[in-house]
């Protein structure tokens, strides 16, 4: 319904009970803001004589009658699809689920899988207790957000089968729709594919070892090609036909078994509760391991598989004969080191009393096939890691156990009432789970040693699982029930994948999915059920948990990620039609949601992130291609409407075409304000953009101010800057708006990077940043490093940028000059460069001079042909200028670029030891003395700075001398040693020494390339442009990154390429044409 037609039916409701004094026609029953009437109310209404003379009054406003009006309302609200009406005309019933039985037990078991029972005490073991709750509260917050996001958009009209991808389709439009469908459909069948595995791996190592094919000596060979992994592919699809099978029996079945399944995994739960309580109260009933100094030992290594576990401490001695050959090698002859080793067989589960939770708050990263973080594994006889551990890596494979949230979503053609029981029993899921994670990681790392949890597989301990010998009252408990939760949670994927494809393929969006929407007679869509389950059986063919589970996660998040992105869509667009029930939601909260989506995404696999995003664009434009037809009211729809509004104004957003590009201009003054002061660079860089006013572009001066923004102040002393910056505006005739920005210390970046992001309304948006070069050479004080730091972000937010060298030499505007405005064309800059000498010609100071174009040649270039084509080009650009070709024949190294290159290594090394020593005494200083003399840490930088200099400059001399010297020492030792015999560790020290030497002397052969560069180009400028009154060149590429010596190397660079040259505008553009020949 348009806006207009809900007035009109608005003031039809007005006129209809003021009319009608009694009240509401019967039949008609109003709620709240909201009426409703049934159809045979109304039509009984419309029969009634008395109250038809007033409807027909009340609808002679309207062309069409009140039936048809009542339609297009109807028609006006959200929708299902154009087959989703099939299933209630086929006659299947719903379940009528509630909260508990529909969406919170469904969710919590789907959310509780295996990877809580057989990774969760090994992130402990590994990311420490600390980061891992950090860990968890990332990931938790995630999925809570997801949540909160998922009950407002769930609770905004009605919920039809298909779930989540329901929700983004009639939200973000059918293209979104079906890419994200497409890509949680995959999720839940990739993640049975997990479940199963893991369930595989339970039994495999845990449960009944004897079956695995190869024995249990191939445990530990989990390589893409390993024999373990062949059992987890060959396994694996047993499990996935018999879960096909029940599946393939219908939802009922499922809904039978879930329920045992669940049973199982609460008591495993709770069986983990009571072990810890119980190893507190008893201590001495846990389970001992062996250690060989801080090597934790396989006990295969050392006892055989028939001997009980719980007797294992007689072993752990090195008169043990298995003990003696596996440490020894086969002879048993063990060496003075193996014998001063210290053996201790020490508890691994010395419950709550001990020190367990404080040593495991650390963390033990450590590489692949080492057992402590800085010694490698005999992967024979210690335990050992089998993948490389990072904090991300385990967010990456854990993040699966907290999916699950939209299970409850998924099964909303169940629910009685889907508006409250999503919201409600989603919630309470995911809460209920993250306390059960939080809960659980605190005991594993309150109750058991660091050494046994970092055991992934449990070689300490008998090849049993870790957690399982944990529990009480017996560590079959844990193991049932873990393997269950495993069947369950895939049984829950399972079944929610068919149903997923079947809503997508109703919707006739993607044509190859149309013959997946057929059903059985009971509903259960076989089909799509078959195809499930050969991409589940792809999948288990990856082998391992871990590898699915990275897979998994990325699926998940992009789903996740658009959710939020629906929710804070509508509420920032504050559509009439977004009246969420569920009012605890805010768009900032869903922002974040979508946020951590994309940290995760990319922080963990950014190459699996690529490939998800590439998935999802594909089938939007597979679908756009193929033209959906489809109007749900999405969101993208009422967008549109917002931009048409929006287009009033006239102004787009987009980039110009090169006809109608102007310089809009943004000058970044200094922080440095006085009374008393008159800066001349200051007031001419006013002028020099009051000079370019012909582009009749923007222009925007901003001053940055240090102080606190809510200091009144503060805020009154920015107000007289502004004041002082508009009036030297007037007075330079530069018609504009002035700025302050107040900011604290050591935020000037931020400042800077905040206001290009942010400033300028729709088109008017600055796109150029004028500045003015520094007026010292010295790369230690704060006017250097705030230029930098404005070089550097105009570039990074795609800024075009002028820098105008010695700024006080230029004229100001009563002035007027004569001679020649040369234009060094080096580099292709669509044209920025030329437009910049144009413009300023038209200004009363510069229209004495005359243009005149410079182009660089090389040595192989045709200078006739690059004449002419010049030629043509500044004719058709209908520019008047001189042209000129320059050669720069010669391509030796000058002894000039040597020196300077010299001398830019000894600036940039004393800088770079320099930051050093400052960061240490700035800290050092600000705990003693900040609080007392009020000094902020920059202030501090810089008093200490000149002292620091003159002892770094020393220090780097002899630093210098004694690099020399001991290069000649190593010289000469390898030359008195080359008659003795090298070994292969010397011979490899020897290479890589001399690759270190190598690469160091291709680095310094590019700093001397670019230094002559500079200097043979600073040679042409003075030789072709000495008389010039102006010169314009291409500023070079600015150094990404926070590197200071590669930042004061291109400082230098600049430098060196203006070096004496009076007047100077170095202008780097975007690379986007700017000046064209059409008319």
Not at 175 to 188: H, K, M
Not at 532 to 538: G, S, V
Not at 1021 to 1030: I, K, Q
Not at 1069 to 1079: D, L, N, P, R, Y
Request: glycine share 8%; with cysteine; aromatic share 8%.
């Amino acid at each position: 319904m348009t806006v207009a037609n809900f007035r009109k039916s608005s003031s039809w409701w007005g006129r209809l009970m003021d009319d009608n004094k009694s009240g509401p026609p019967p039949g008609i029953v109003i709620e709240g803001t909201n009426g409703g009437i049934s159809l045979e109310d109304r039509q009984r209404n419309m029969s009634t004589a008395s109250m038809g003379e007033q409807w027909k009054n009340g609808m002679a406003l309207y062309e069409e009658g009140s039936t048809s009006f009542f339609a297009n309302y109807l028609k006006a609200h959200t929708t299902p699809g154009p087959d989703d009406n099939e299933q209630s005309e086929s006659g299947h019933s719903k379940k009528n689920l509630g909260v508990m039985l529909g969406v919170y037990l469904p969710t919590i078991q789907h959310i509780l899988g295996v990877t809580m029972f057989i990774r969760l005490f090994w992130l402990v073991g590994i990311a420490g207790l600390a980061q891992t709750f950090l860990l968890l509260f990332v990931c938790c917050l995630c999925t809570f957000l997801t949540c909160i996001s998922i009950s407002a958009v769930a609770t905004n009209g009605v919920v039809e089968g298909g779930g989540p991808y329901f929700l983004i389709s009639r939200n973000l439009g059918p293209e979104f729709g079906s890419a994200v469908g497409i890509l949680f459909y995959l999720a839940n069948t990739i993640a049975t594919s997990m479940y199963l595995v893991g369930g595989v791996e339970i039994l495999l190592l845990y449960l009944t070892p004897w079956l695995t094919i190869g024995g249990e000596e191939v445990h530990s060979e989990t390589g893409f090609a390993g024999m373990m992994t062949h059992n987890y592919r060959l396994y694996g699809t047993i499990l996935l036909l018999i879960e096909f099978l029940v599946v393939a029996m219908g939802v009922v079945f499922v809904q039978m078994l879930a329920p045992v399944s669940l049973v199982c995994v609460i008591l495993s739960i709770l069986a983990c509760y009571a072990g810890g309580i119980e190893k507190t109260l008893h201590p001495e009933t846990g389970q001992h391991v062996c250690m060989y100094d801080a090597r934790l030992l396989q006990s295969r290594a050392f006892m055989n598989k028939s001997m009980p576990i719980e007797e294992i401490c007689n072993y752990c001695n090195i008169n043990n004969t298995m003990m003696q050959a596996s440490l020894c090698g086969a002879e048993g002859a063990c060496n003075a080191s193996v014998l001063s080793g210290k053996f201790i067989c020490k508890n691994g589960y010395p419950g709550f009393n001990s020190n367990a939770f404080r040593d495991n708050l650390g963390t033990s990263y450590m590489d692949q096939f080492f057992t402590t973080p800085t010694v490698k594994a005999d992967t024979s006889t210690d335990v050992f890691q089998d993948v490389k551990t990072t904090w991300f890596v385990l967010l990456a494979i854990y993040f699966p156990a907290v999916t699950g949230i939209f299970t409850g979503t998924n099964m909303s053609g169940d629910l009685k009432d889907p508006q409250k029981s999503i919201p409600g029993g989603t919630i309470a899921a995911q809460l209920t789970t993250s306390f059960v994670y939080f809960s659980l990681a605190a005991v594993f790392g309150a109750a058991i040693d660091g050494d046994v949890l970092r055991d992934k597989n449990g070689f300490a301990v008998g090849g049993n699982m870790v957690v399982a010998l944990l529990s009480w009252p017996s560590r079959w408990v844990l193991l049932i029930g873990s393997f269950l939760s495993t069947f369950g949670a895939a049984l829950q994927c399972l079944c929610s994948a068919p149903r997923i494809l079947l809503a997508i393929s109703k919707d006739d969006v993607i044509p190859i999915l149309t013959p997946f929407k057929t059903t059985r007679a009971s509903g259960e869509p076989f089909r799509a059920l078959i195809l499930t389950t050969i991409i589940a059986e792809l999948a288990i063919l990856m082998g391992a948990v871990d590898t699915i589970a990275a897979v998994v996660d990325f699926f998940f998040l992009m789903c996740y990620g658009f959710v939020n992105i629906v929710c804070a869509m509508h509420s920032l667009m504050g559509a009439p039609n977004w009246r969420p029930r569920f009012k605890y939601y805010h768009w900032s909260l869903s922002m974040l949601g979508a946020f951590l989506c994309l940290f995760i995404m990319f922080s963990t696999h950014w190459d699996y992130a690529i490939i998800a995003i590439l998935l999802c664009a594909g089938i939007y434009k597979y679908v756009e291609y193929k033209g959906a037809k489809k109007e749900w009211g999405d969101g993208f729809r009422g967008i549109a409407l917002s931009t048409a509004q929006f287009s009033l104004m006239k102004i787009s957003e987009d980039d110009p075409h090169p006809k109608n590009f102007r310089p809009q201009l943004l000058l970044l003054l200094s922080t440095e304000w006085r009374k008393d002061l008159i800066d001349v660079s200051y007031i001419n860089l006013l002028h020099l953009a009051s000079q370019l006013k012909a582009s009749k572009g923007l222009t925007l001066v901003t001053s940055f101010l240090n102080g606190d923004p809510t200091d009144d102040s503060a805020r009154a002393a920015a107000a007289k800057v502004k004041s002082r910056i508009t009036e030297d505006m007037d007075r330079a005739k530069l018609k504009g708006f002035a700025k302050t920005l107040i900011h604290s210390n050591n935020q000037v970046h931020g400042s800077m990077s905040t206001l290009i992001q942010s400033v300028g309304l729709g088109g008017l948006k600055p796109n150029t940043v004028l500045i003015s070069w520094p007026r010292s050479d010295e790369i230690y004080n704060d006017e250097y490093a705030t230029f930098m730091d404005k070089l550097k972000v105009a570039c990074a937010m795609g800024m075009s940028m002028v820098i105008a060298k010695d700024i006080c030499e230029f004229p100001s505007n009563d002035k007027r000059m004569t001679g020649t405005i040369d234009i060094y064309c080096i580099m292709e800059d669509g044209g920025l460069t030329i437009l910049i000498g144009w413009l300023l010609t038209h200004s009363k100071v510069w229209r004495g001079c005359k243009l005149r174009v410079i182009s660089i040649a090389g040595v192989h270039d045709n200078n006739v042909k690059m004449q002419e084509g010049l030629t043509n080009l500044l004719y058709n650009l209908r520019i008047k200028a001189k042209i000129k070709i320059v050669e720069i024949a010669d391509p030796e190294v000058s002894k000039s670029a040597f020196e300077h290159t010299l001398r830019m290594e000894e600036r940039t090394m004393v800088l770079s030891q320099m930051r050093e020593m400052v960061r240490n005494a700035n800290q050092a200083q600000n705990a003693a003395h900040g609080n007392l003399l009020g000094v902020p840490s920059a202030n501090a930088a810089r008093m200490t700075m000149p002292i620091v200099t003159a002892e770094m400059k020393e220090k780097t001399e002899k630093i210098n001398e004694e690099d020399e010297d001991g290069k000649e020492r190593r010289r000469d030792s390898q030359d008195s040693n080359k008659s003795g015999k090298t070994n292969d560790d010397e011979k490899d020290k020897e290479a890589a020494e001399k690759e270190r030497e190598k690469a160091a002397k291709k680095e310094r052969m590019k700093k001397v390339a670019k230094m002559n560069t500079a200097v043979k180009l600073n040679e042409t400028f003075h030789e072709h442009s000495s008389d010039a009154a102006l010169i314009l060149i291409n500023l070079p590429k600015p150094f990404a990154g926070e590197d200071e010596v590669a930042l004061a190397q291109y400082y230098t660079y600049l430098g060196v390429l203006t070096k004496d040259l009076p007047r100077v505008l170095m202008i780097r553009a975007t690379g986007k044409e700017v000046i064209t020949s059409q008319s």
